[in-house]
């Protein structure tokens, strides 16, 4: 027998039980967070939201379960909501989280175990590449730059066409360092292109100008590479 169907059969026993006795099983509302390998909430605050009576809890970094006050009655249909509403965007900060199973009736199964499923947000490392002579005019070609991003030392290579970089999906508050690798091949004669990188907003470049090293924020971290082709 399938375990969903002898807990089904559990709770149909149970409540026929209590009818006996002249009242109805009760059910708590109650559930935990599936997040990540630690399964527990990252940052908070999380509100969550039962349609029954319209109690709110509020779940707090660290909680990896839950549970509403009070109790339902057998066959009461219920509803887990994230926030007042149940937008995602009322989902604890630097995550987006859902409901999985928080739409059911009290006593189908022989619990009720709401799953809220969060993940951390991620963005991009990115910028774009320019290249620019003496005279101020486009000149020369990035062919053969190398980025890396901490330990990837797969990294972006650049090439005739390239324009923009971009280091994908790294999650909120995780630390980069950005680095170049290797400037533009140079050509067998002609001038010479090199390059530096400009970091915008909060982030700083190394003295040298060849790496620069922050952490993930709720929008992409923009970093910039200047090339300057000298005659």
């Not at 990188?197 to 060849?210: C, E, F, I, Q």
Request: proline fraction near 6%.
């Amino acid at each position: 027998m399938k375990l969903s169907v002898s807990r089904s059969l559990m709770a149909m026993a149970l409540a026929l039980g209590l009818a006996a006795c002249g009242s109805k099983a009760t059910f708590q509302i109650k559930g935990s967070i599936v997040e990540g390998v630690g399964n527990k909430l990252s940052y908070g605050p999380l509100t969550l939201t039962e349609s029954v009576s319209g109690k709110k809890i509020v779940l707090q970094q660290g909680d990896s379960t839950f549970e509403f006050p009070g109790t339902i009655e057998y066959g009461i249909p219920f509803k887990v909501i994230i926030g007042a509403t149940g937008p995602v965007s009322d989902a604890a900060p630097h995550e987006d989280c859902v409901v999985l199973n928080g739409n059911d009736t009290a006593g189908r199964q022989a619990a009720i175990n709401v799953v809220v499923s969060c993940t951390i947000q991620t963005h991009n490392l990115t910028g774009t590449i320019t290249v620019t002579g003496a005279g101020g005019a486009t000149k020369g070609l990035p062919t053969g730059l190398k980025l890396i991003n901490g330990s990837d030392t797969v990294g972006y290579t650049a090439t005739d066409a390239s324009v923009d970089y971009a280091f994908p999906s790294i999650p909120y508050n995780q630390t980069f360092g950005l680095v170049i690798a290797a400037q533009p091949t140079p050509p067998a004669t002609g001038p010479k292109t090199t390059c530096i990188l400009v970091p915008t907003g909060t982030l700083v470049a190394s003295a040298d100008k060849l790496s620069v090293s922050g952490r993930m924020g709720d929008t992409n971290a923009v970093v910039n590479v200047e090339c300057t082709t000298n005659p």
